[in-house]
């Protein structure tokens, strides 16, 4: 039957889509030209091409976000390149680290009827449906009493938590999955850990797979823990961050030079989401609250 | 001999159980149980110098009141917390599910649409302010100057009236990407059969929307609803990218507020921030459930 996509709803959805997508795109297109020109090129002439084309801009600025750190009872400079390291450690350890946990747990659950069980499922819906506001000084005491901050160990045993959307997510994939296959299993011998690893995880990889993608994304682009838990060892987003924050000279604090180191942070991400696009982007189902 | 098995077969399963949950329940102690209490102990403490120690007090509570009904103290935070949850909830919503919508339908661009309206939630969010920044404070006041031939400040400068309605306008502006993934996969597992047989009823596109997609995906909408509820008071509304050093209160959220004032290190706010933290927490303990009773009765439940 042929789609009638001259209705009014269908309209103003067009329309208002069509707005959002070239303010996106123009936004971008803007901050990409702006960053290779000049502070008084841009100041003078936004809309126009760069007088001069300044492509030293992202020097500067890979330079720029360069830190000061402490070290010892002095102060060691940590460039983009080692940034780039603890960004790929941050963010590649604390999303397996989340995801392995997420998987593990909501495993159990769905597959174990223990009473045990139940209560933990209720754990995860009672935290998202009630964060508790205003811990973050209570969490910094114990991070610091447990001399777990200015580590990766540290933040990785911060994000090894079971609780948040993408346990219900790995839940309802665990529940679609038929106990068939883990009986199978157990009548030929095997053990619960090996049925665990080798049978049913296989059986989600895809889910996996898409979850961590997506919490590394989120990881890679989180400047706000690595602020706090990370000071002496910063990735590029906390970089991007005390750039625009305090930058180191002058030419650091310009705004095109701050445009580049933007399109800069912004690189990895979009290369990744080009590789990626239809596994980030696919189907996500979350199950309502019901009960 | 069979149940003998059976009982080792249920044994052997608990034991592996046990072992594998020890660790994340361990975790769960310290850095939820363990964190709050602490924060609840802290909320209570107050640092007597003359006595070098901690003594007990409602102290925090009673400034941290007094500072929230204060002319210039943390009422406006406070407000500001719940104006931007307003839009996002009346114009973020209502666009997202709209825009959801046509991506499901699959009409023309919509394969377009929903990269371009994902891509926000990938971008770092540093850069995305930072360039948000940078544009408002110098593109749209030359713009404004070629259409109008006056001169205008930036929409984000410094004291202006306009900074956090551009605030507003930025989060609900960036916060399509999962929210539009959500609802569409949401639409997508709508039965076939009820769609078709809409159309060949004559229902138009309208209709469809507000009489079948919307109380089909009721128990998605319900789920974003009820956890963006509790958002209100952690909400940074991505204030630390714009203005790291800021203390305007007047541009400020009380997600902001409380990450701000840990993050400049201020300990000795800790007992304050822990009270205000415990205020907020108790106040939205009964809306989250009062508004989820509400939707419960409003969005009908169904199986498909």
Not at chain 1, 34 to 63: C, H, Q, V, Y
Not at chain 2, 35 to 46: G, P, Q, Y
Request: aromatic share 16%; proline share 4%.
């Amino acid at each position: 039957m042929k789609k009638n996509s001259k209705q009014p709803i269908i309209i103003i959805a067009l329309v208002l889509a069509v707005l959002y997508a070239v303010s996106f795109v123009l936004l971008m297109v803007w901050a990409t030209i702006s960053s290779l020109k000049g502070r008084f090129d841009l100041l003078g002439n936004p809309f126009g091409l760069p007088k001069k084309w300044m492509f030293e801009n992202f020097i500067t600025a890979a330079k720029g976000i360069a830190m000061d750190v402490p070290y010892g009872y002095s102060v060691r400079t940590v460039e983009i390149w080692e940034q780039l390291f603890y960004s790929v450690l941050y963010a590649g350890g604390s999303a397996f680290i989340n995801c392995f946990v997420l998987c593990v747990v909501s495993y159990l659950v769905a597959k174990y009827d223990f009473a045990f069980s139940k209560f933990v499922y209720g754990i995860v819906v009672v935290s998202m449906m009630i964060p508790i506001i205003g811990a973050l000084p209570s969490e910094m005491q114990i991070m610091t009493t447990l001399k777990l901050k200015d580590s990766f160990f540290g933040v990785f045993v911060l994000r090894a938590s079971f609780t948040g959307m993408y346990f219900l997510m790995f839940y309802a994939q665990f529940k679609n999955i038929s106990d068939g296959y883990s009986q199978a299993a157990s009548i030929d011998g095997a053990s619960h850990t090996r049925i665990m690893f080798e049978i049913i995880f296989p059986l989600v990889k895809g889910t996996f797979g898409v979850i961590f993608l997506v919490l590394f994304v989120n990881f890679w682009n989180d400047y706000q823990t690595p602020m706090l838990y990370l000071s002496s060892k910063p990735t590029v987003a906390y970089g991007l961050y005390m750039l625009n924050a305090q930058p180191r000279d002058n030419s650091a604090g310009s705004l095109p030079v701050k445009l580049a180191a933007c399109i800069l942070s912004c690189l990895p991400v979009v290369i990744l989401f080009i590789i990626f696009r239809d596994k980030m982007m696919g189907n996500f189902s979350v199950g309502g609250l019901k009960g | 001999m069979k149940t003998n098995k059976k009982q080792i077969g249920r044994k052997k399963a608990l034991i592996f159980y046990a072992a594998w949950m020890i660790i994340p329940m361990l975790h769960f102690a310290i850095f939820y149980i363990g964190v709050n209490f602490n924060s609840i102990i802290l909320a209570f403490k107050k640092y007597d110098y003359a006595q070098n120690a901690y003594t007990f007090t409602f102290e925090n509570f009673t400034k941290f009141f007094s500072d929230l009904f204060s002319a210039d103290g943390l009422g406006i935070v406070l407000k500001n917390s719940f104006v931007l949850y307003l839009w996002g909830l009346v114009i973020g919503v209502s666009l997202a599910v709209l825009f959801s919508f046509y991506i499901y339908k699959k009409f023309a661009g919509s394969g377009f649409f929903k990269v371009i309206l994902f891509l926000p939630s990938i971008i770092p969010s540093i850069a995305m302010a930072l360039i948000f920044l940078v544009f408002s404070d110098i593109a749209v006041p030359k713009a404004l100057n070629i259409i109008t031939g006056k001169t205008y400040t930036g929409l984000m400068a410094v004291g202006s009236n306009t900074v956090f309605p551009a605030i507003i306008f930025y989060n609900v502006w960036i916060s399509f990407g999962i929210s539009v993934l959500m609802y569409s996969s949401a639409m997508s597992r709508i039965p076939e059969e009820i769609v078709e047989y809409s159309r060949i009823e004559g229902v138009s596109y309208a209709r469809e929307f507000f009489s079948i997609t919307i109380p089909l995906i009721g128990s998605t909408l319900e789920t974003f609803i009820v956890v963006g509820i509790a958002g209100i008071f952690t909400n940074q509304a991505n204030i630390l990218a714009f203005f790291p050093t800021t203390n305007d209160r007047t541009i400020q959220t009380i997600g902001f507020y409380l990450f701000s004032q840990v993050a400049r290190g201020m300990t000795s706010l800790y007992p304050y921030l822990a009270a205000g933290g415990l205020i907020f927490t108790i106040i939205t303990f009964p809306i989250t459930f009062g508004v989820k009773q509400l939707l419960s009765k409003v969005v009908p439940e169904v199986e498909f």
